[in-house]
């Protein structure tokens, strides 16, 4: 791919997320004048309806979408490169499970604690993610198919003790649970930007600080080895970053399915695999996926919110299969 239809599609890509931003903005039960929006965001609203449409309710669900999606995409995109595994993800690694066990704890012990939230997922992510460690070095640590299998056996694990756990609480406690753990962004405010950006912007950026050896770990460990690069120590750094990652957004916006494995496969077929490319196009495509996923969750059936993980969950499955059905080899 030469550099000018390279550079192209970067800015179309800028382009398409600053339209989709303005778009989701004006979507919803409430339709806004497109002639005021602007000028309500720049400067003063017209009215006070208008300020809390916008302002309070739209905007920081605009915002924590977009940072939502940039993180799950950049949790894949880094899961994939670590355990050079395509299939990689969150869930698959049972970080979203642990993170999902944790607040549901805290939800259903603890409600009158806004922090314990966070607090508990981020718990639940680093117990999974220890989990995981700990059958990988039991099983053999060279052996990355070893960590992917645990991970997948400490998702269903976790996620059994969930149910369990729902299946005890009272009834209408477990329902709220359930429908935050399907996915959705109706608790958006700006609290929850201020825990999961940081955690976004710290990942991102020693990710593109550490991404000559991120190249070099793609290859094999002992390729990166020979070029100096410590494996062992950079792979524990980049998982807990992940987990942290993954657990604030889990902790706000529940269990969001299929954007962490689909969109570094897009970005590939899109823009490349270099380690840079793959992480800047990740954040870009994630953040602007998941505001499409939101938008189409609030209007997709009347007078009822659509779980995010349902529509995202249809989206992944449709965009694997496809995949399968191009790779499978033809009958002669």
């Known amino acids: 791919m030469d550099k000018l239809a390279l550079s192209l599609r970067w800015w179309l890509l800028l382009l398409l997320l600053m339209v989709s931003c303005l778009w989701c903005l004006n979507t919803g039960a409430v339709a806004l004048q497109w002639s005021t929006l602007l000028p309500c965001l720049i400067e003063q609203c017209d009215t ?25 995409a950049l949790s894949g995109a880094l899961l994939q490169n670590l355990s050079r595994n395509m299939l990689a993800d969150p869930y698959l690694f049972g970080i979203i499970s642990g993170a999902g066990l944790g607040a549901t704890l805290a939800t259903l012990l603890l409600p009158q604690y806004a922090i314990a939230l966070p607090l508990a997922a981020f718990a639940g992510a680093v117990l999974a993610m220890a989990l995981v460690l700990g059958f990988a070095l039991l099983g053999g640590w060279q052996r990355l198919d070893t960590m992917i ?10 996620s059994a003790i969930t149910s369990l756990l729902l299946y005890q609480s009272e009834a209408f406690a477990a329902n709220r649970v359930m429908f935050w753990l399907m996915g959705s962004l109706a608790r958006a405010d700006y609290q929850a930007l201020w825990v999961i950006t940081p955690c976004l912007l710290l990942c991102f950026a020693l990710a593109c600080l550490f991404r000559r050896q991120l190249d070099a770990m793609q290859w094999s460990d002992q390729t990166a080895y020979g070029l100096g690069v410590a494996v062992v120590p950079i792979r524990l750094l980049f998982l807990l970053l992940t987990a942290a990652l993954t657990a604030s957004i889990v902790a706000y916006c529940g269990g969001i399915g299929f954007v962490g494995l689909m969109i570094p496969h897009l970005v590939r077929l899109m823009l ?26 609030r209007t997709l059936l009347p007078d009822q919110e659509v779980p995010l993980g349902v529509i995202t969950a249809g989206i992944g499955s449709l965009f694997f ?12």
């Not at 299998?149 to 976790?158: I, K, M, N, R």
């Not at 380690?275 to 969750?297: K, N, P, R």
């Not at 299969?321 to 002669?332: A, F, I, N, V, Y």
């Open 321 to 332: 299969l496809m995949l399968l059905s191009r790779k499978s080899p033809r009958p002669r």
């Open 272 to 297: 490349g695999g270099q380690t840079l490319v793959l992480l800047c196009g990740s954040v870009l495509c994630g953040s602007m996926f998941l505001i499409w996923v939101d938008a189409t969750a």
């Open 48 to 72: 006070m309806v208008q300020q809390q449409i916008l302002l309070e309710l739209r905007l920081p669900r605009l915002l924590l979408g977009l940072v939502a999606g940039a993180g799950l």
């Open 149 to 158: 299998l645990a991970g997948v056996a400490v998702s269903f694990l976790l």
